[in-house]
């Protein structure tokens, strides 16, 4: 335990709570208290890391931990890389969730740039994470910092970063930051004084009036297909923010029959009814999915708790009287085939108009991350537009030049990338159900849809193998034993292609990850995961499908052979 260096860090403390708990802690642990020495120990192991995610961690004082001496330095560093790079009239929006300590970091983020000389644009109440992004852009500010842990536990919370306005051009215009701006804004940090030597202003900055949300909310209505609704969705928000801008957005585009999950609808940071207030966690949905049974509902619709991703589930065609959720993968490849329609149309309609023709440069692109189905690519392939693979997280899909829409197999899906250039869950939930409602009127569900790609471009299935450790060495150690003796087969077919992608692949940079593809054109791809403790294997195998297959017949099959490979990379990672 280095006392000294918690010394220093308990004498530049800005929050007087924080600074107390400090000063029992070491008292405690000087007397012989080991709990107290542990967590001291691991308070102080290190400090959390400024990166292309920003920060997450903890709540709790000390360096390794998310507080507000640690926010406050990261708004000064923040704050003084914006005055370098645009200018000491910088503008930035700050957001903030329902989680504890939210509205706190968002004030102090607010009270650092007016007191540096910028201009702080305070949202006006807790709200979904898409809204922030959208405020960047709309109010054409430059720079945008959202409070929020997204669907991590309670006891995190987590500070997100974007560039807009003068700070960045092109593509990256409203996008999550990524190097070389992470690093710069963390070398800015680093030189941050102590948090009570940085300056703090008492007012000053501008609180947003409800116009920004009503805005936001009008802008993903338009994106809701026209004609009479009649569709019955459940929605649970998770306990989090988006409960309400959902509701008022579905109900605004006539989708009027809505059944909220009435535990989790209302902000609660301690997410009682969840274990991981995530949607793709099992039994997240169950409360959800109880409740379209109970009123036979269409569709059940999910937002994580910032509401910037979204989950679905339908009635399961194979198991009748049962629910099934869809995959992020599903949806991708549902919403994916949408918008390429939508493009589609768009273009048809553009060349009747005598408009400009469409360049081959200006040709719309679909966009996926590399561990997302490889689906995606074959619906842009068969509307005549590109597709882009970029490394995982939307800092890079929503990069895509041309973008009309990109997703990630983690349910984060970018449906209006002029307005909100990140995963939006609550337009999201908007488009999905006006697809489900077109369907619905033709009487057909989304299911026959996602039937139908099989049939047009064969059965794509995907799975997740992922492995939650309390031990991170054992991440490396995995990674470890698929590097030096990785499969061989998969599912009984040989590997004929093995990439490691810190070496980089397809024009990608370099990323910790490992991509294996058999003969049956089945592919892994391993990575630790970057926002948790998980090292995550991400799975599809290829069913050819014939014009005579029994679809049915043909997912049970690849869900085996999904079965098969889960085991077999189990056995290889050794952990």
Request: aromatic residues 6%.
């Amino acid at each position: 335990m280095d006392e000294k260096a918690i010394e220093t860090w308990i004498a530049g403390e800005v929050d007087a709570d924080d600074r107390q708990t400090l000063t029992d802690m070491l008292a405690a642990a000087k007397s012989g208290d080991e709990a107290a020495a542990t967590e001291l120990a691991d308070a102080f192991s290190g400090e959390l890391t400024f990166g292309t995610a920003g920060l997450r961690g903890r709540l709790g004082a000390g360096p390794n931990r998310m507080n507000r001496s640690v926010v406050v330095r990261a708004a000064a560093g923040l704050c003084a890389y914006l005055a370098e790079t645009v200018g000491p009239d910088f503008e930035i929006v700050v957001g903030y969730d329902a989680r504890y300590g939210s509205a706190q970091f968002a004030k102090d983020t607010c009270a650092v740039a007016t007191a540096m000389g910028g201009r702080a644009l305070l949202l006006p109440r807790a709200l979904p994470t898409p809204v922030t992004a959208y405020a960047l852009k709309y109010m054409g500010s430059d720079a945008a910092v959202m409070v929020t842990a997204s669907h991590n536990p309670p006891k995190d919370n987590g500070y997100k970063v974007y560039l807009g306005g003068r700070a960045v051009s092109g593509s990256g215009q409203g996008a999550q930051i990524v190097p070389p701006a992470d690093k710069e804004i963390y070398a800015k940090i680093q030189a941050a004084p102590a948090a009570n030597q940085i300056p703090l202003a008492e007012d000053g900055w501008r609180v947003l009036g409800e116009d920004i949300v009503e805005s936001y909310i009008a802008q993903a209505v338009s994106l809701a297909a026209p004609g009479p609704k009649d569709l019955k969705i459940v929605l649970t928000s998770m306990h989090g923010v988006g409960g309400e801008p959902a509701m008022a957005a579905l109900h605004q585009a006539g989708f009027t029959q809505v059944e909220v999950v009435p535990e989790q609808h209302e902000p609660d940071p301690d997410f009682p009814t969840v274990s991981f207030p995530n949607p793709e966690e099992p039994g997240a949905l169950d409360l959800a999915l109880a409740l379209a049974a109970k009123t036979d509902a269409d569709l059940v619709l999910a937002n994580d708790p910032d509401a910037d991703r979204c989950s679905a589930a339908i009635k399961d065609v194979d198991n009748p009287g049962q629910w099934r959720q869809l995959t992020g993968d599903e949806i991708g490849s549902l919403l994916g085939w949408q918008a390429a329609e939508f493009y589609a149309e768009n273009a048809a309609q553009a060349k009747e108009d005598d408009l400009h023709p469409f360049a081959p440069a200006a040709v719309g692109t679909l966009a996926c991350s590399i561990v997302s189905s490889r689906l995606l690519s074959q619906i842009a392939k068969s509307h005549d537009m590109n597709f882009a693979a970029t490394l995982t997280g939307f800092k890079w899909i929503s990069r895509a030049e041309n973008l009309v829409f990109g997703y990630e197999e983690a349910i984060g899906f970018c449906v209006d990338p002029s307005h909100v250039r990140d995963k939006d869950g609550i337009s999201a939930c908007l488009r999905l159900a006006s697809l489900a409602q077109v369907l619905k009127r033709e009487g057909r569900t989304l299911q026959d849809l996602l039937d139908d790609l099989a049939r047009e471009h064969g059965l794509y299935a995907t799975a997740p193998l992922s492995i939650r450790v309390e031990d991170l060495s054992l991440i490396a150690k995995g990674m470890k034993n698929l590097r030096e003796n990785g499969p061989k087969t998969l599912a009984g077919s040989k590997v004929v292609e093995y990439f490691d992608l810190v070496n980089g692949y397809q024009g990608l940079p370099g990323t910790d990850g490992l991509l294996f593809r058999t003969e049956d054109n089945d592919r892994v791809i391993a990575r630790p995961s970057g926002t948790e403790p998980k090292l995550k294997c991400y799975l599809e195998v290829v069913m050819p499908v014939k014009a005579d297959d029994d679809l049915s017949q043909v997912r049970k099959a690849g869900a085996a052979r999904l079965d098969q490979i889960k085991q077999d990379m189990r056995s290889a990672l050794g952990i």
